[in-house]
């Protein structure tokens, strides 16, 4: 057998025929993975809820800049409807019919309740003059402040001095002309329902129109709202010589200011704690990539002087600068205000 097998050899080799152990054939080249798509688990389409305030077709013109530019920047077709009130817009997120919003402070709060609502960057509308555009404006806060004033002269020197007096809110609802204040008030021992004659103007400016008009000789705004009137002319402002609003003040700075101030002009001798200005949320079951891109997408915008001015707002992350773990503990002063008012958000229009 042995003398067979050589033989056999012998003439493979003669005849220039190598015989190898048999092999299973050579692999094919291997190919490169082909990349994840990043975008894969994104929504085609989302859906931006606003509130409608007296014209829903005026309310989504006005954001015809900031959807198109998610849209052109992010790939996804971007839908915006409109709510008849805060809570209509929060209840279409809760059933998913609605992929974010922009809504105020107090209902952002209860969007996190009730609708799984997670804040992005903060809305920063830039005051403008007639004629101009927006603009990035750098001491603009994202935040801003209720203050309670009254007329020089008045006797109100402090908000202890307001027991017993007439006092005009602004209207049940609003964050800077009622629920703010009020919380200062019941802060320093004050209750409104009990220890004030309290109105509601209707309005901000009619609220301070109330003090210049000697119909009450206190009453509570925001401050942007003392600076618009006196720009107009229809109130002499005692403003801080820096002229600058959203400004943190002591209230030893506020009382300096108040005692400089001409008899017979408005001032202010109260200022509450900072309160944020409107976020931008989203659901935050969303992919984090797309919610990671979707604020980049925003922040980036400050960068685009035409986005600003077609848009007339722009957005800012104060996370790091307030030192924040994130975003969502700004608006922790709103929920302990809404729990010191016992405050149903819910029954918030």
């Not at 805060?86 to 952002?108: L, Q, T």
């Not at 994202?142 to 307001?162: A, E, F």
Request: with cysteine; net charge neutral; charged share 25%.
């Amino acid at each position: 057998m042995e003398k067979t097998i050589v033989h056999k050899s012998l003439l493979a080799v003669a005849s220039g025929i190598m015989l190898v152990a048999c092999a299973a054939p050579a692999a094919p080249t291997a190919k490169a993975p082909v990349a994840a798509d990043p975008k894969a688990d994104w929504p085609k389409e989302i859906t931006i809820g606003f509130f409608a305030g007296d014209d829903a077709e005026k309310a989504l013109k006005d954001q015809t800049a900031f959807i198109d530019r998610i849209q052109k920047n992010m790939g996804v077709t971007v839908k915006g409807v409109t709510g008849s009130s805060y809570s209509a817009v929060i209840e279409a997120m809760r059933n998913k019919k609605a992929d974010a919003m922009i809504v105020g402070p107090f209902s952002y709060v209860l969007a996190v309740q009730e609708a799984n609502a997670e804040a992005l960057v903060v809305n920063l509308t830039p005051t403008v003059k007639k004629g101009d555009t927006a603009k990035i404006d750098p001491n603009l806060k994202p935040y801003y402040y209720s203050v309670l004033i009254t007329k020089k002269g008045s006797g109100i020197k402090s908000i202890n001095d307001l027991k017993g007096k007439d006092f005009a809110f602004v209207d049940p609802a609003s964050t800077s002309g009622h629920l703010m204040p009020k919380t200062s008030l019941l802060n320093n021992k004050i209750d409104p329902d009990k220890d004030m004659k309290v109105i509601f103007a209707g309005s901000h400016p009619s609220a301070v129109q109330a003090v210049w008009n000697n119909k009450v000789p206190a009453a509570a705004t925001f401050e942007g709202n003392l600076y618009a009137l006196a720009k107009d002319g229809q109130i002499d402002f005692c403003a801080f010589p820096d002229g600058i609003v959203g400004k943190p003040r002591t209230q030893a700075e506020v009382d300096a200011n108040y005692a400089n101030c001409k008899d017979g002009s408005i001032v202010p001798f109260f200022y509450s704690v900072p309160i944020p200005e409107t976020p931008f949320a989203v659901r935050a079951d969303l992919p984090q990539s797309f919610k990671d891109t979707m604020k980049k997408t925003l922040l980036d915008a400050t960068n685009d002087p035409a986005y600003v001015a077609a848009a007339g707002s722009y957005f800012v992350d104060p996370t790091k600068d307030l030192g924040l773990a994130r975003l969502d503990d700004f608006y922790n002063i709103l929920r302990d205000a809404a729990k010191l008012l016992n405050l149903d958000l819910k029954k918030m229009k």
